[in-house]
């Protein structure tokens, strides 16, 4: 959801997956600069989930309810 997660993976996690094979799923998001949003990475049997597209969707989701209760109230 936030950009800097994507620094703290790079800085802290992203040596373990350099020069081994993996398996991600996930989607290609087409932007002025493209990118894969990560659902999961297979390695050596081992899947990690990748929770960042539930978080984002949530966000977004408790964003449109704060703005629609706001507004709601701004009629009243």
């Known amino acids: 959801p936030l950009a800097i997660f994507n620094m703290f993976?790079?800085?802290l996690k992203s040596k373990k997956y350099i020069?081994?094979?993996?398996?991600i799923k996930g989607?290609?998001?087409?932007?002025p600069v493209p990118y894969i949003e990560i659902?999961?990475?297979?390695?050596?049997?081992?899947?990690?989930?990748?929770?960042?597209?539930?978080v984002t969707n949530i966000m977004i989701s408790?964003?449109?309810?704060?703005?629609?209760?706001l507004t709601i109230i701004s009629i009243l």
Request: one cysteine or more; a positive charge; charged letters at 20%.
């Open 9 to 11: 993976f790079a800085l």
């Open 19 to 23: 020069n081994k094979t993996v398996e």
């Open 27 to 31: 989607w290609y998001r087409r932007s």
């Open 39 to 54: 659902y999961s990475i297979t390695m050596d049997g081992i899947t990690k989930k990748c929770y960042t597209y539930l």
């Open 62 to 69: 408790v964003l449109a309810l704060i703005g629609v209760v």
